[in-house]
């Protein structure tokens, strides 16, 4: 069954058969309009066309399925999802036995935005550190850097630092500080943000 609900007319059903919650007895090929009415609870299997405003009313909420159901089409928001996420850090040079913290991430649609914080000890001052962490979802790219930002959460000023995407694995990235940001030795915490696109 198809239902169209038109900012002008209201909602219109298909009239007749156990479908019309006009009434299953009301005509058999004319069309039933219901305007100015309230449905407490609408469930379509098919496609709804709006032909005027969306209004959520007091709730203000659009809630996506748990699982994605990704779609190829460009003009289609397929996911939007809120959550915490944990992940091992690698030390690849000049901080041992970090580990990631408040790990945060945003998704609409591709677009993932991650927070969160990396904190380990600082081997040698004045040179260069790099620690590698897991993606809560598979980048679409496996050998292009994409830009974040850290920043020191000792007080020290953090200057040129990214975050790339290690490239040979679309699951993992790397925070990467220059021998600049690193003016100390010892224990250190890195808050950052990071964002790239996910493979669907």
Known sequence: MT???NGTTGVTYPAGGTDNVAGSGVGTTDTQTLTNKTIASLTTTGTATFGGLINTGSTGQIQFPATQNASSDANTLDDYEEGTWSSTVSPAGN???PTLSSGTYTKVGRLVVLSGSISGTVTSANASLYAIFNLPFVSAFSSDWNA?????LNGTCVPGQIIDNTNSNPNTAGMYLPS????SSGSQS???TYSYFAAT
């Open 3 to 5: 239902v169209t609900i």
């Open 95 to 97: 901080l041992s036995s």
């Open 148 to 152: 974040g930002v850290a920043t020191n």
């Open 180 to 183: 600049a940001a690193v003016p």
């Open 190 to 192: 890195y808050s950052f």
